[in-house]
Every structure is written in structure tokens, then in C-alpha cells.
């Protein structure tokens, strides 16, 4: 059974820094990319970031540019995001996401994480 688990969400005053963690089981961890969406109330989920399965090569959202960085660590099947300067419009629910191309499209996702819950206060 395929499973993408995430921790590391919280609760932060903006300006603030969080570092989730994805792991994933039962999937052939190398052969994937991976990547963060996020979802906040009232609004579509949206991609965050994604980080290519060989190359390591990353990739990001216009917004969370230069605040956020992505990287994977192959052996143990993790993915990490850091996410520093947050701000209030980072709140938001974030999914771990399995996928085969990098793609901030949903539909590109072929295994969702459960999420896990950032809330970034003024």
C-alpha cells in the first residue's frame, strides 16, 4: 500500500520558519517526483514546489520563492520543505505529492499525502 505521511506542521508568527517532512512507503521512492501542494480555505489546492526524482533539481511557486527550499533524501524515502518568512497567505493545508513529472496541476498527482496543517499568524 502506497503512503505518503507528513509532520511538521504548527502554528508560527509570520516572519517564522517551519520545516515539514514527508516519508513515503510502499512506492518505489527514486522513481518518483516529489512535491508539496497546499490548500487553504476557500480556495483550490495549489502547487508549492516539487523536486525532480534524479537530477534533485527543484522547483517553486512564484510566491514562495526564495522563502521556501525543497529537498529529498532518496534512502530514507523523505522530502523536506523549509519554509522561512512565512506569512499570513502561507496559511494553508499542506499535501505531500507523489508524481512522475514535476507539475503544480493536480492531476499530474498520482498519490496524495493526509496533510498536515500551517496556520501563520500577523
Known amino acids: 500500500q502506497v503512503q505518503l505521511v507528513e509532520s511538521g506542521g504548527g502554528s508560527v508568527q509570520s516572519g517564522g520558519s517551519l520545516r515539514l517532512s514527508c516519508t513515503g512507503s510502499?512506492?518505489?521512492?527514486?522513481?518518483?517526483?516529489m512535491g508539496w501542494f497546499r490548500q487553504a480555505p476557500g480556495k483550490e489546492r495549489e502547487g508549492v514546489s516539487c523536486?525532480?526524482?534524479?537530477?534533485?533539481?527543484?522547483a517553486y511557486a512564484a510566491d514562495v520563492k526564495g522563502r521556501f527550499t525543497i529537498s529529498r533524501d532518496n534512502a530514507k524515502t523523505t522530502i523536506d520543505l523549509q519554509m522561512n518568512s512565512l506569512k499570513p497567505e502561507d496559511t494553508a493545508m499542506y499535501y505531500c505529492?507523489?508524481?512522475?513529472?514535476?507539475?503544480?496541476?493536480?492531476?499530474?498527482?498520482?498519490?496524495w499525502g493526509q496533510g498536515t496543517q500551517v496556520t501563520v499568524s500577523s
Open positions: 505529492a507523489a508524481m512522475k513529472l514535476c507539475t503544480f496541476s493536480r492531476s499530474g498527482v498520482e498519490t
Open positions: 510502499g512506492l518505489t521512492f527514486d522513481t518518483y517526483t
Open positions: 523536486i525532480n526524482r534524479t537530477t534533485g533539481r527543484p
